[in-house]
């Protein structure tokens, strides 16, 4: 029986221990913040907060095996990006501070309970699998972003291009001893969970790693929403173009905004997603020319998705991009890079776009393709959809517990044969 451990508990961290819990191999779920949604007390927080609580949401069967540790995550959470106290890695209430908080709670829980196995994400495992390793525990290690010195190497080379945008890069500020703690993580992993093959295969770039990586892709959602989605833009109409990610340039955001500013007239682009906490003059005026929604509920970026026409996530470096799934299973084509799971879900040409990173111009000219053909336009977004469609939570959660209790299986004896001399 397995701890699974993660702050946050976000879509792929729950489908993960809902998978385990409904095969019988998880005994405890670890995590920061596990709400049940109908609590009376969420109707005294202020709204912002409240619906920051709410989406720390625990499946219902998984609420007996949670154990929270809330405190910290609740001081994070009332005071926002801003001051000291949540400053990047040495903040005391930090993201960092967080995950290393966890980490030593779930490690210290296994000197007191039965388990034959962790699960644990990057950045959050160091303590807990330093523990499993001295119990002889097996040790599931998800990587749910591709490896730290692939992404250095990139977003180094991103802030040289544009060192208007550098402030933006927050992974490049990592110290050396958080990322010798993801080394020391990986070292230690006995299988190894990717969701995209753009994250296995960076992992090339850790010196020494030898253990199996399994690449599972995350599931589709559910539809929320009994609305059907919006006829695509006729023609003449500009071309309904969205955004959703967070608003750093790991994500490509100034690419976006040069392939809008070549598309001119053409389109129209809605961006959604949080300013990072350090400003930004460039981003500033890139919002300004378009149109910005800060935050939105995940039901209501759903039916925003519903309402336009093409997804855009140019991003550098990624895990998955849940968005682009997302979009695909609401109808819309997606125009992305091959540093996501785009090459992993997309056929180029056929239900999207894969361009390279780094390219407005190629942005620009998928963008005039579909804002010319309006049939293909249609034809994509119908075969996005399809295609969304063989991507399952449930599939996710069943190719888990499988890998998972294969680990977890003993070794078959070998079979000693006795043979006999003749006389």
Not at 93 to 121: E, N, Q, S
Not at 142 to 150: E, F, L, N, S, T
């Amino acid at each position: 029986m397995l701890l699974l451990s993660h702050p946050t508990g976000n879509a792929n961290v729950r489908h993960a221990a809902l998978g385990l819990a409904r095969a019988g191999l998880l005994a405890e779920f670890w995590t920061c913040l596990g709400v049940d949604p109908s609590a009376a007390w969420l109707r005294l927080l202020p709204a912002g907060l409240a619906a920051q609580f709410r989406r720390r949401a625990v499946p219902e069967e998984l609420r007996t095996l949670t154990h929270s540790r809330a405190w910290r995550e609740i001081v994070r959470l009332a005071a926002g990006r801003a001051g000291t106290l949540t400053r990047h890695e040495t903040g005391r209430f930090c993201v960092d501070a967080i995950y290393r908080d966890l980490d030593r709670a779930t490690a210290r829980r296994l000197g007191r309970g039965a388990f034959t196995g962790v699960y644990a994400y990057e950045d959050g495992a160091a303590a807990t699998f330093a523990a499993a390793r001295a119990r002889g525990l097996a040790t599931f290690y998800d990587q749910p972003i591709g490896y730290w010195r692939a992404a250095r190497r990139i977003l180094t080379e991103e802030a040289a291009l544009q060192p208007a945008w550098a402030a933006t890069i927050v992974g490049n500020r990592d110290s050396a001893a958080k990322t010798e703690r993801k080394d020391d993580e990986l070292r230690h992993a006995d299988v190894v969970f990717a969701a995209t093959s753009f994250t296995k295969a960076t992992l090339q770039e850790h010196p020494g790693f030898t253990a199996p990586v399994h690449v599972l892709p995350y599931g589709a959602p559910a539809s929320e929403s009994t609305s059907p989605r919006s006829p695509y833009a006729t023609a003449g109409l500009p071309l309904r173009v969205l955004y959703v990610g967070s608003l750093g340039q790991r994500k490509g955001l100034s690419y976006l905004f040069a392939a809008a500013a070549q598309a001119g007239r053409s389109i129209t682009l809605t961006v959604v997603g949080t300013k990072p906490a350090e400003p930004c003059e460039v981003l500033e005026r890139a919002l300004g020319a378009h149109h910005w929604i800060a935050s939105l509920p995940h039901a209501d970026v759903l039916e925003r998705m519903r309402h336009s026409d093409v997804l855009v996530f140019p991003s550098l470096f990624e895990g998955f991009g849940l968005v682009i799934l997302e979009a695909m299973a609401q109808g819309l084509p997606v125009i992305t890079t091959p540093h996501t799971a785009g090459p992993d879900l997309i056929t180029d040409g056929v239900d999207g776009f894969i361009v390279p990173i780094r390219d407005a111009s190629a942005i620009a000219a998928r963008l005039d393709r579909l804002y010319r053909d309006r049939d293909l336009l249609g034809a994509m977004g119908e075969a996005a959809r399809a295609r969304a469609a063989q991507f399952t939570w449930t599939n996710y959660e069943q190719q888990l517990a499988e890998r998972v209790r294969a680990r977890l299986a003993p070794a078959p004896s070998r079979a000693i044969t006795h043979t006999t001399a003749n006389a």
